[in-house]
């Protein structure tokens, strides 16, 4: 089991201005940002960091999305990482989320659905290692 994870901040919810809310979430559930990045992907990195969808029929509108707007890369330390992050953000779709998730708070829809977070120790290192390079993390 790792002690990392990987999570965006979605444009929706970077457009809305809850970058801060997300992150006071993120720090209050005992979560240490060991490497941050704020920007704006392209089309072709969208594509490229959701290839695993590629045949799902949402990629096209999951990777025109990402890189609508600006996002928020963070890569997070904690034990249990991955599973405590995925219960902190909360379901897919926020209406079936628990009350006081991130997703729960931020999200619109399913498609709007404010943050990523890795499902997978593995797909955790890949996503990572996807946004930053060594000299990035601390």
């Known amino acids: 089991m790792s002690n990392r994870t990987f999570t965006m901040i979605k444009p929706d919810a970077v ?3 809850n970058i801060g809310n997300i992150l006071q979430m993120i720090n209050a559930a005992g ?3 060991v490497a941050m990045k704020y920007l704006h992907i ?6 490229k960091f959701y290839e695993v ?13 990402m890189s609508s707007g600006p996002i928020v890369a963070a890569i997070l330390e904690k034990d249990n990482a991955v599973a405590d992050f995925r219960k902190l953000i909360g379901a897919t779709n926020p209406a079936q989320a628990e009350e006081g998730t991130i997703r729960k708070k931020y999200a ?9 977070g890795s499902d997978s120790d593995e797909n955790a290192q890949i996503e ?3 946004f930053f390079n060594g000299l990035e993390r601390f």
């Open 15 to 17: 457009k809305a201005g």
């Open 31 to 33: 979560f240490r940002i």
């Open 42 to 47: 392209s089309k072709q990195a969208a594509e």
């Open 53 to 65: 969808h590629a045949e799902r029929p949402f990629y096209g509108e999951l990777t025109s999305f």
């Open 108 to 116: 619109a829809s399913i498609g709007e659905n404010a943050v990523h």
């Open 128 to 130: 990572g290692n996807f």
